[in-house]
């Protein structure tokens, strides 16, 4: 079995190592001190298992997760953190073990004989969005990863403009350009702070700050107009969003 | 005891007040074909006693507050009413003898005549001035009032800020400690001695911030132990990630600043600065003394690819409310990124124990 260890310390990857010595058919193919590395790793050994932080610099455990999923890999994981205790009991649900550091050996053995049982079980794994959505206890989301090619863009919300649906995929509109990512624009929008993102059109989810005032064209047809020019269809339905925000404010 | 004994310099105001009233009741005696003796010997001694007399009223005001309901002002009215007639007819009676007493003066023989055919006057203007009594005392009565409620909230202010503190130090930072000790953990096998030393260190920063609790104000020296402590710790957390630049000018270690203000700003440092980036940064902890004032200044690396903060995060917002709640406008509180640095400095004026 192949393992990938995943956590900016150095001393918190000792500790996983320490323990993964007394089991000799795992083989710990890299260590990485960043999500980044992560990625570049899992590319190269196609790892069976990992042992996942979860906060770390640049991309978060759970940001990792999911581009794994993107490119179509899912080993089984193990997330080994010190982050609050309470937002980790929503894993079990989720059949994904965790390890709150510090952990005995005990608890490791037990964690890595649950991972080895699902792995060999190969059920679907639950998806690193819903995992992540789980965590966060219902705060919403703070920024978007894209794989786009071989590069991994951060997105920031604050620097997000517009969504759009297009079938499968959204079409993220960020500082002048379009980054696809496949998941659906209700699956988006439920992640996002429904205060900061509204759903003006069947089609698109709108940046608040990034309006500047609704026009109407015709009877039945209405355009919202954005700071920088451009102009986004606003259904019936997203224009009485529009206006229960304006009138709740 | 009544307001304006309590005070020399209230005291002489109002009796300066009264000195016009004595001019004005000497001006109506000549009017009346007085001699100028004769009206300001009586006048002047009379409105002293009134000065005193009156006072009374303010015991009455007290006894008698004004409340929202204007039914009360009808039972009001008649105290009002009742104590003024009253004062009004002993200050003229005060008068009568008054002019018996100064007819024994040669050339102020005609006084008790005079006085005799003024008695109604004076008691009409006794009841005036007490009346007037009344009114002043009222306004002294809501004075104070005021005043205690402002200290009243003044009060509740600390209180308030006094359980925030408690819970400033009941909220140690649960992921530097799970954190710490999982690098514990970590040394126990691989440097059992780091280990051991890692163990004190902890202890140390957990001692330190416990007895820092117990005070309001503490040396700008105890804060920097504490933040040693801290990053020490951090230090082998991080390892090579973190870099640390102390430039402290000893001067400045003496100098009172409320607790565990240093603390949070060392701790965003790391959290925003250090462990966000992977390969860390130096942190900056500077403070030097200018005109009098002591510069506090925490710098870490930023990361530049995240958007700036918009405004101060809790605990930011939380220094800047005790530094300015300390020394007000003689503080200054800055924060902020500056090409690719945060830095937070903190200007309060140099306080040592006496």
New interface residues.
């Given amino acids: 079995m192949k393992a990938l260890i995943i956590d ?5 990857r ?2 996983v190592r ?1 323990h993964l010595a007394a089991h000799p058919d795992v083989e710990v193919a890299a260590e990485c ?2 999500g ?1 590395e992560a990625l570049k790793a899992a590319a190269q050994y196609q790892p069976d298992l990992i042992f996942l932080d979860i ?1 770390m ?2 991309l978060d455990g759970f940001e990792v997760l999911e581009l794994l999923e993107a490119e179509g890999k899912r080993p089984a994981v193990v997330f080994v953190t ?3 205790q309470h937002a980790l009991r929503a894993f079990e649900a989720h059949a994904v073990d965790y390890l ?4 005995s050996k005990e608890r490791f053995d037990a964690a890595l004989a649950k991972a080895r049982a699902l792995h060999a079980a190969q059920p679907a794994p639950p998806p690193a969005a819903e995992l992540a959505a789980a965590a966060r206890q219902g705060r919403p989301l703070e920024r978007i990863v894209v794989k786009d090619g071989p590069k991994v863009t ?1 997105i ?1 919300l ?2 997000l403009d517009w969504v759009q649906a297009q079938d499968d995929y959204v079409l993220l509109r960020t500082e002048g350009k379009n980054l696809l990512k496949q998941q659906t624009l209700a699956s988006l929008e439920g992640q996002l702070d429904p205060a900061r993102f509204i759903r003006i059109h069947r089609s698109y989810l709108l940046n608040l700050d990034r309006l500047v005032r609704v026009e109407q064209d015709t009877k039945e047809h209405r355009d919202a107009i954005l700071r920088d020019g451009t102009r986004l269809p606003v259904s019936r339905a997203g224009y009485q969003r529009l206006r229960e925000l304006w009138e709740g404010a | 005891m009544h307001p304006l004994l309590a005070s020399r310099a209230r005291l002489g105001a109002y009796l300066l007040g009264w000195a016009p009233i004595a001019l004005l009741l000497t001006g109506i005696a000549r009017s009346q074909g007085w001699s100028w003796v004769e009206a300001s010997m009586l006048a002047v001694p009379l409105c002293l006693v009134a000065a005193f007399l009156f006072l009374s009223a303010w015991f009455l005001c007290r006894a008698l507050p004004l409340g929202r309901q204007v039914e009360a002002l009808g039972s009001h009215g008649a105290a009002w009413g009742l104590a003024a007639v009253l004062m009004g007819g002993i200050w003229a009676g005060l008068a009568w003898l008054l002019a018996r007493i100064l007819a024994w003066i040669p050339g102020l023989g005609a006084l008790p005549q005079r006085v005799d055919l003024a008695l109604p006057v004076l008691t009409g203007v006794g009841i005036l001035l007490y009346l007037a009594s009344v009114a002043l005392s009222y306004l002294m009565l809501a004075q104070d009032r005021a005043l205690e409620a402002e200290r009243r909230g003044a009060e509740l202010q600390l209180l308030a800020q006094e359980s925030e503190l408690k819970a400033l130090r009941a909220q140690l930072n ?2 530097f400690l ?2 710490s ?7 126990t ?2 440097d059992p001695a780091r280990a051991r030393e890692m163990c004190v260190l902890l202890s140390d920063f957990l001692r330190r911030s416990l007895g820092l609790g117990e005070r309001r104000l503490v040396a700008l020296r105890e804060e920097l132990d504490l933040a040693r402590a801290y990053l020490a710790i951090e230090q ?4 090579a990630r973190l870099k640390l630049d102390w430039r402290i000018d000893p001067a400045a270690e003496p100098a009172l600043l409320p607790t565990l203000l240093l603390q949070p700003l060392v701790e965003n440092a790391i959290k925003h600065g250090i ?4 390969d860390g940064g130096t942190l900056l902890v500077a403070a030097d003394i200018v005109e009098g004032h002591v510069t506090l200044r925490v710098e870490n690396p930023a ?1 530049l ?3 700036a903060p ?1 405004g101060l995060g809790l605990g930011l917002r939380q220094v800047r409310q005790r530094l300015l709640g300390r020394f007000g406008s003689r503080a200054r509180f800055e924060a902020g990124v500056q090409q690719d640095v945060h830095r937070v400095t903190l200007v309060f004026p140099l306080e040592t124990e006496p």
């Fill in positions: 900016d310390e150095d001393l918190a000792a500790v320490e001190a960043n980044f906060q610099p640049k010190a982050y609050d709150l550091k510090p952990f951060v920031h604050e620097r | 649960p992921h799970f954190n000790l999982n690098s514990l953990s970590a040394l096998a691989v082998i957390r991080f390892g462990a966000a980036l992977p990361d690819e995240a958007p918009q």
